[in-house]
C-alpha cells in the first residue's frame, strides 16, 4: 500500500517571500502520479499542481514548483511571491496509474501554511 | 465550465439519525469518487464509480454507508443509522476517466453528528 507522509503541520511565511512544503512518499509502483492540492477554508479542494513520475522535468505552474526527487521518493512544493491568498491547507497526494480499475488518490495529512502580511 | 456541485453544504443530525448527500459532476466525466475527510486528515476514499458501476467500495463501512450513481451522472451517499464519528467533510470528486485523469473536487458537506 502507498503512504504518503508531510512532516510540517504548520508553516509561515511573509508575503512575498517563498516557502517550501515537504513530503515523501512510499510506494513499490514505477508509474504514477503526484499532487499538491490546496484547501481553503471554503473546503474546497483545488489543484495546485502535478507531476508525472515518468516525466525528468520538474512541474512548474506560475509561482507554484515542485522539486520531485524519484529514487528519494520526495515530492517538495515551492511557491513563490507568497500572497494572502496562499493561506490554506496543503495536501499531498499519490496515485498509481492503472490503465483499468481503482484510482484513489491517497492524501497526506496536510501542512497548514499561513501568509502573514 | 461547471465544477462539481455537492449539496448540502452543512448538515446536522442526532445519531441514529439517516442523512444524505447528493454530487453531480463535471460534465462528462465518467468516473466518480466519494471522500470522506476526518477533522485534522486528509482525505479517504470510500467509493470510486466508473459511469455506474461500483470499481472501488472496500473502504465503505456496508453496514451503514450506501451510494448510488444512476444514469452514470449524480450520485448519492447515504448513511443510516450515523454515528459520531461520522462527523467529517464528504468530499465528491470526478474525472475524465480513470487511470491518468486528474480528479476534481466539489466544496464538500459538512456532516455534524450530535
Known amino acids: 500500500a502507498q503512504t504518503v507522509t508531510q512532516s510540517q503541520p504548520e508553516m509561515s511565511v511573509q508575503e512575498a517571500e517563498t516557502v517550501t512544503l515537504s513530503c515523501t512518499y512510499d510506494?513499490?509502483?514505477?508509474?504514477?502520479?503526484l499532487f499538491w492540492y490546496k484547501q481553503p477554508p471554503s473546503r474546497q479542494m483545488i489543484l495546485v499542481i502535478r507531476q508525472e513520475a515518468y516525466k525528468q522535468q520538474n512541474a512548474t505552474e506560475n509561482r507554484f514548483s515542485v522539486n520531485f526527487q524519484k529514487a528519494a521518493k520526495s515530492f517538495s512544493l515551492k511557491i513563490s511571491d507568497s500572497q494572502l491568498g496562499d493561506t490554506a491547507m496543503y495536501f499531498c497526494?499519490?496515485?498509481?496509474?492503472?490503465?483499468?480499475?481503482?484510482?484513489?488518490?491517497?492524501f497526506g495529512k496536510g501542512t497548514r501554511l499561513s501568509v502573514i502580511a | 465550465e461547471a465544477g462539481v456541485a455537492q449539496s448540502p453544504r452543512y448538515k446536522i443530525i442526532e445519531k441514529r439519525q439517516s442523512v444524505a448527500f447528493w454530487c453531480n459532476p463535471i460534465s462528462g466525466h465518467a468516473t466518480l469518487y466519494w471522500y470522506q475527510q476526518i477533522l485534522g486528515q486528509g482525505p479517504k476514499l470510500l467509493i470510486q464509480f466508473q459511469n455506474n458501476g461500483v470499481v472501488d467500495d472496500s473502504q465503505l463501512p456496508k453496514d451503514r454507508f450506501s451510494a448510488e450513481r444512476l444514469k452514470g451522472v449524480d450520485s448519492t451517499l447515504k448513511i443510516q443509522p450515523a454515528k459520531l464519528e461520522d462527523s467529517a467533510v464528504y468530499l465528491c470528486?470526478?474525472?475524465?476517466?480513470?487511470?491518468?485523469?486528474?480528479?476534481?473536487f466539489g466544496p464538500g458537506t459538512r456532516l455534524t453528528v450530535l
Open positions: 470528486a470526478s474525472s475524465l476517466t480513470q487511470g491518468t485523469d486528474t480528479q476534481y
Open positions: 497526494a499519490f496515485m498509481k496509474h492503472v490503465y483499468s480499475g481503482n484510482t484513489p488518490l491517497v
Open positions: 510506494t513499490s509502483e514505477s508509474n504514477y502520479y
